[in-house]
């Protein structure tokens, strides 16, 4: 049965996911409609991408289209009540990252997915790429043997112009800097690969921007296997990268692309040894290579559907990431390392995932 679809927020991200969508066969989904409450916004996108009907009013749309899949391309701070909406229409929801502000919030999309026995899922690309997916195949058959250092730095650049956007850099809209906003894909990422983390020790600045939120954030991670792993978010970073680097007790795997990657931005050196070559050629040898885009996402989101299978980015997996932000946000203000588990109902930073009141990062 084909899947109806409606997307909310017509803006910047919202092309990645009618592209995503259209990658998918014309029997599986059908984007039947779009909202956005900038009304100008939303017929301009209708009528780009060809999409029948536009809305200003999510209830509305929700009511009359009764979509069974709704992706969520809005700001941050909009996305926990919009998706808590979608799910108690009867739609699953794809949500763009971050998935919600806080802890607090995350329980609620929680419990709407208890009471409708619909999932929401946020978006995280970077996982569903063929290379990101055979890396983590060869982990779990224990090719690499212990896992050891780790080094995640995801160094952008972005400039005045891109904080002109009225809800970017604020506490209140953006809900934080580039460890929420860009870092979050690569720290998800590595996260995804290595599992449970015990402890993190992190530090922000607001170095060069004129804005409430932070521009760099730097972390310290032990996990519980065992490895330790450096962490650098910036937005200030003129030649842009994103760089992975896991060094196992039996070699280096590395990924150096920007916002996406293909098979070819992987590396796999061996510890050197007689056999080292075979190793190598086998971790090289990848069957497909599909990119790490929404697209791929969406294909993974709609054989979940079809199989009633909670997605990979949502319920614990989802909430490992964020409690791993939270407790970024909570050590840096604290200036203390802080232990994954620590942040229940009570704390500050459960509540707001920068804490209360929210922070200001001095030079
Ligand atoms: N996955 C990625 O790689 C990626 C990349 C860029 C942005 N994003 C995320 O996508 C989200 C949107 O970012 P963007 O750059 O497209 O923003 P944008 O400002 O360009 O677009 C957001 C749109 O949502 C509309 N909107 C705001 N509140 C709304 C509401 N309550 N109901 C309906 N429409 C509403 C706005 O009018 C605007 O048109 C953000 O959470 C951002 O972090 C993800």
């Not at 650098?232 to 920007?258: A, M, W």
Request: charged content about 20%; aromatic content about 10%; glycine content about 8%.
């Amino acid at each position: 049965m084909t899947i109806r679809v409606a997307i909310i927020g017509t803006g910047g991200i919202s092309g990645a996911h009618v592209r995503g969508l259209r990658e998918q066969g014309d029997d599986e989904v059908e984007l039947v409609a779009a909202v956005d409450i900038d009304a100008v916004q939303v017929k301009k996108f209708c009528t780009a991408f060809d999409v029948a009907r536009g809305y200003t009013d999510v209830d509305e749309m929700l009511a009359k289209e009764k979509p069974r899949l709704v992706h969520i391309c809005t700001p941050p701070s909009t996305h926990c009540a919009l998706s808590v909406k979608a799910l108690r229409a009867g739609a699953w929801v794809l949500c763009e990252k971050p998935l919600c502000g806080s802890l607090a919030e995350f329980d609620q999309i929680a419990a709407a997915e208890q009471e409708t026995g619909n999932y929401c899922s946020s978006v995280f690309q970077w996982r569903f790429g063929s290379a990101g997916q055979h890396f983590k195949r060869l982990i779990e058959a224990g090719e690499f043997g212990r896992p050891m250092v780790m080094i995640c730095n995801t160094t952008w650049y972005r400039d005045v112009a891109y904080y002109q956007v009225p809800w970017r850099g604020k506490w209140r809209t953006e809900l934080g800097g580039p460890t929420m906003g860009h870092g979050i894909h690569a720290m998800d990422h590595l996260l995804y690969h290595m599992g449970d983390w015990r402890e993190v020790t992190a530090t922000m600045g607001t170095l060069y921007h004129n804005i409430e939120v932070e521009d760099v954030s730097m972390a310290m991670v032990k996990f519980e296997n065992g490895a330790m792993g450096s962490i650098v978010n910036s937005v200030i970073s003129p030649r842009q990268e994103t760089y992975y680097r896991f060094d196992f007790e039996n070699g280096t795997v590395e990924l150096k692309e920007l916002y996406t990657y293909t098979n070819a931005n992987w590396t796999f050196t061996a510890t050197p040894g007689p056999e080292s070559h075979l190793h190598e050629a086998r971790w090289r040898t990848i069957a497909d290579d599909a990119p790490a885009t929404q697209g791929s996402q969406i294909r993974h989101l709609l054989h979940s559907m079809a199989h009633n299978e909670r997605p990979l980015v949502s319920g614990p997996e989802a909430r490992r990431t964020l409690e791993f932000l939270s407790a970024m946000y909570k050590s840096a203000v604290t200036r203390r390392p802080v232990a994954r588990g620590e942040i229940g109902p009570g704390d500050a930073f459960y509540q707001h995932i920068y804490g209360d009141p929210p922070p200001r990062f001095n030079r």
